[in-house]
C-alpha cells in the first residue's frame, strides 16, 4: 500500500522556524520529523513481516501460546539461529543433523505496533493537512489504527479459558491454560484463603517474597513441559520433601504449534521454601501440574500447595444437569456434543435451565461459553478418553475488541473507495477540462 | 495543537504498558464435597464358572438399597449358563449394553432417583482372582489406589447366601475421574520409595526371558484375561508388552483394523512377516502410526491363539525393537513339541 503525504507542514510556533524566516528547527520538531519519517513506516512494515515469518517458523519447536507471548506480546525476541537450519531442512534437504547455537536479538510485535501506531500519529501531526482531498487517506489511518488497537485491547483484557463440570455439580470456576500458578490455600477458615504467584515470576535461581505468601520460595527448576517418573534408588534428585522424593520431574518439549493433537503444556516446578522469619530453609519441593495439592505445614498451620492452571471466579454458578453425547447411527462419529446447565445468577435474579450445543453458545455476562469437548470416567496412558462420559468442557471466551477488527476492515475499505474516488473524480476532471 | 493531541497519544499508551507482579491474595468458598461412590458385589461360585452381582452408585443412594441387594444375591440361583432371580421392588430391569463383546445377564436401575445407582449380573465362564476383579473394581469404579492380599481381607465378607457361600466385597471411593487420577500418590506410603509392583503370569503354560530393564506386572483377569503384562519403561515414554490367549483367532480384519486403531487415527504402515522361532511359526506385525507404534507376534498353537504385543511411543518401541524380538524368540510352550 502507498501512502500518498502532504509535504511537511511549516511548524508555527516555538520550535519551528517562522515563516519567511530561515530558523533552525527545534529538538521536538526534529523528533517529530523522524518519529513521522515514510522510510520508518517501510522499515518498520518489512520488520513486522520478518516477524510473522519468524513467529510462523518457531512454532515447529513452541506451542502457539509461547509464540504468541514471545513473539507478537513482548518488547524484545530472541530468536534462535537453528530456526533457520530448520527452515533449510525443511525444504533445501539441508542433513538434519546440523545445529547453529545462539540467537539474536529482534523487535517483537509490542515494539513494532507501538512504533507503528507512533510513527502514524506523528505523521499526522505534521504532515498532513487536513482537506476533503485527503480525506479518504484520513479515513483510511483511522481503520489503521484501529486495528492496532484492537490487537492491544485483545492483548489486555481478552480472557479466554475453560469450565470443567461434571454431572450434577456446579461450578463457578474458569481455568486458563494460557497461565499457570502456584497456589497456596490456607484451609483452617470458614472459607478458604488462597494466595497465588504467577509462573512468569518463575525464574531458576530467583526468590520470590511477599507479604502476602505464608513463605517465601527460592526458585530451583522450571520445566515448561514435564512427565513424572519414579525415582530409582540413589539417584540424585532435587527435591527433599512431598511428592517429589519418590517421583522425578523430566522436562519434555513443549507442544508444538503444528503438532496435530493440541494439547495443553503441563509445566513443572522445583522450589526451596525458607521461613518468612528466619530464611530457614523448609526443603526443595516438586510442583508437577499433573497433581493434586501437597500439604506444607507453615507456622503450625497445614496449607494446600499446588501447581495449577491459572483460575478465576465468576459471580454466578453453572451446575450441569446433563451431557449428551449423541453419535450417528451404528458408528462411533460425533453426531453433537450438548450441555443441559443450570445458570444461577443471584445478582442478575436470573435461574434457567440452558442447552449449550455446538453453534449455539451461552452469552452472559459478556462472556461466551462454547461446548468444547467433555470429560470421560478415565484416561489411558496415553490420555486418551476411555468409559463413559461423565461432565462437559465449556470453552468461556470475552473479548471486547472482537468487532474491532471487521469495523476497522469495513473503515480501512470506505478510506480506499473515498481516496480513489476523489483520485479518479480529479482525473476526470482534468481530461474534461 | 495537533502536536499537543499526539503527545498526548504517546503518554496513553506508554501508561497502558505498566505492570503489576501478578501475586495476589483472596478468600474462597470452601469447594462442596463430591458425594462418595459405594460398590457393593458379591461373588458366587458355580462349578467353574462364577456369578458376579454388583451394586454401584452414590454412597447414599447404594445404602438405601443394600437390603434389597441383599435379598436379590440371596435370591439368585444358577440354573446351568442361566439364572433365576426374584428382582426386589422398585428395581427396573433396562437394557445391558455390551462392553468389549461382553454384555450383562440382566441391570437394574435400583430405585427411582434421578441417578439411581446400577445393579449388574454377570455370569463369568472361569474363575478368577478376586483380588484382582477388586482392584478393577477400585480403579475404574471407585478411583482409589490397589490393595495387596493384606488389604483384601479388609473389604470382603464370606456371608451364606441361599444354600451357597458369597464373597460380599464392600467399597467406597471418591469415583472415577480425571482430577482425581491425576495425584499418583493417592494411599501411598511417601516415606519409603515406591517399588514395581511385580506379578506372575495367570499361568505356566507360556514361559520367556524377560529382557534386563522390563518389569513383568503379571497377569490380569476381566472378561479378556491378559495372560501377564510387562512394563517397558524409557525416558521417551512408557510402552508396554500385553500377553493375551484367546480360543481362535477370530476376525483378521477386525484384529488387523483395532490394531492399526491403536496406534493412530491417519495413516498407519503395516508390516507382516512369519517368524521361524524356537517354539514354532509365529506372524508378525509391525504398525507405524502417528507417534505410536505396535509390534504383535502371534503364535497359532493347536489350542490356542497366543498374542504378544508391544505397544507404545514410537521412539520407544524402536530401541526396544531388539530386546522385543529377542523375547519373542525365547518363548515356549508348556509340554510343546517341534
Known sequence: ?433 | MRRNLFLLACFLLAAGCGDSDGIDRYSVPKPVPRPYVRLVAAVLDDGPAQWYVKLLGREDLVAAQREAFDAFVKSLKPKGEKAEWTVPAGWKEVASPAKDGIKAEATFKAGDAAQPPLATVFRFGMKSPLLDNVNRWRRKDLGLSFLDEDGLKGVVQTVKAGDRDAAFVDMRGPGPGRARAADPHAGMDLKKPPAPRKGKPLSDEMSYAVPAGWTELGGRSGFVPTHSVIAVPDEAGAAEVKITKMAAFGDEKANLDRWRGEVGRGEVKTDRSTLDLPSGKAVSFDFAGDGKRSLVAVFQRPDAVWFVKLLGPSATVAKHKDAFESFVKSVQFKGAKR
Open chain 1, 1 to 433: 500500500m502507498s501512502i500518498t503525504a502532504d509535504p511537511p507542514l511549516a511548524p508555527a510556533s516555538a520550535g519551528g522556524p517562522t515563516p519567511g524566516r530561515k530558523q533552525k528547527p527545534g529538538p521536538l520538531w526534529q523528533c517529530l520529523q523522524a518519529a513521522a519519517s515514510l522510510r520508518l513506516t517501510v522499515v518498520l512494515f518489512v520488520l513486522s513481516f520478518i516477524l510473522v515469518f519468524l513467529g510462523t517458523l518457531a512454532q515447529i519447536d513452541y506451542g502457539i501460546g509461547t509464540v504468541t507471548k514471545g513473539y507478537f506480546r513482548s518488547w524484545v525476541v530472541f530468536i534462535p539461529f537453528q530456526v533457520f537450519v530448520q527452515f533449510l531442512q525443511k525444504f533445501f534437504d539441508l542433513h538434519p543433523s546440523w545445529r547453529v547455537p545462539g540467537s539474536f536479538p529482534f523487535p517483537a510485535g509490542l515494539t513494532l505496533g507501538f512504533l507503528l501506531t507512533i510513527n502514524l500519529l506523528a505523521a499526522h501531526a505534521i504532515r498532513f493537512k487536513l482537506s476533503w482531498r485527503r480525506s479518504g487517506i484520513i479515513v483510511l489511518h483511522a481503520g489503521l489504527l484501529l486495528l492496532l488497537a484492537a490487537e492491544f485491547i485483545t492483548y489486555a483484557w481478552a480472557v479466554e479459558g475453560k469450565m470443567v463440570i461434571e454431572e450434577d455439580q456446579s461450578s463457578n470456576v474458569v481455568f486458563h491454560s494460557s497461565g499457570m500458578e502456584l497456589a497456596i490455600v490456607d484451609p483452617s477458615g470458614k472459607e478458604d484463603e488462597v494466595a497465588v504467584v504467577p509462573a512468569r515470576l518463575m525464574r531458576p535461581g530467583k526468590t520470590i517474597r511477599d507479604e502476602r505468601l505464608p513463605f517465601d520460595l527460592k526458585v530451583e527448576e522450571w520445566y515448561a513441559n514435564h512427565r513424572t517418573r519414579a525415582a530409582e534408588e540413589g539417584e540424585k534428585n532435587l527435591a527433599d520433601q512431598g511428592f517429589g522424593r519418590t517421583e522425578i520431574a523430566v522436562r519434555t518439549k513443549e507442544v508444538s504449534g503444528v503438532a496435530s493433537d493440541q494439547r495443553p503444556d503441563y509445566p513443572a516446578l522445583y522450589a526451596t521454601l525458607l521461613d518468612k522469619v528466619t530464611g530457614k530453609e523448609m526443603g526443595t519441593w516438586l510442583f508437577s501440574s499433573r497433581w493434586k495439592p501437597q500439604e506444607v505445614a507453615v507456622g503450625g498451620k497445614k496449607h494446600q500447595v499446588s501447581l495449577r492452571f491459572k483460575e478465576t471466579r465468576r459471580p454466578f454458578t453453572l451446575t450441569l444437569l446433563k451431557f449428551s453425547f449423541d453419535r450417528y447411527p451404528l458408528t462411533n462419529k460425533a453426531y453433537n456434543f450438548s450441555s443441559l446447565v443450570r445458570l444461577q445468577d443471584p445478582g442478575l435474579g436470573i435461574d434457567e435451565e440452558i442447552l449449550i450445543r455446538m453453534n449455539e453458545p451461552l452469552r452472559h455476562r459478556g462472556e461466551t461459553f462454547f461446548q468444547a469437548d467433555w470429560i470421560t470416567e478415565e484416561t489411558d496412558e496415553f490420555g486418551n478418553k476411555k468409559g463413559k462420559e461423565i461432565g462437559t468442557v465449556l470453552q468461556v471466551v470475552r473479548n471486547p475488541g472482537w468487532t474491532l477488527p471487521y469495523i476497522s476492515c469495513v473503515v480501512v475499505s470506505l478510506g480506499m473507495l473515498a481516496h480513489f474516488g476523489i483520485v479518479l473524480a480529479d482525473f476526470l476532471r482534468k481530461r474534461g477540462a
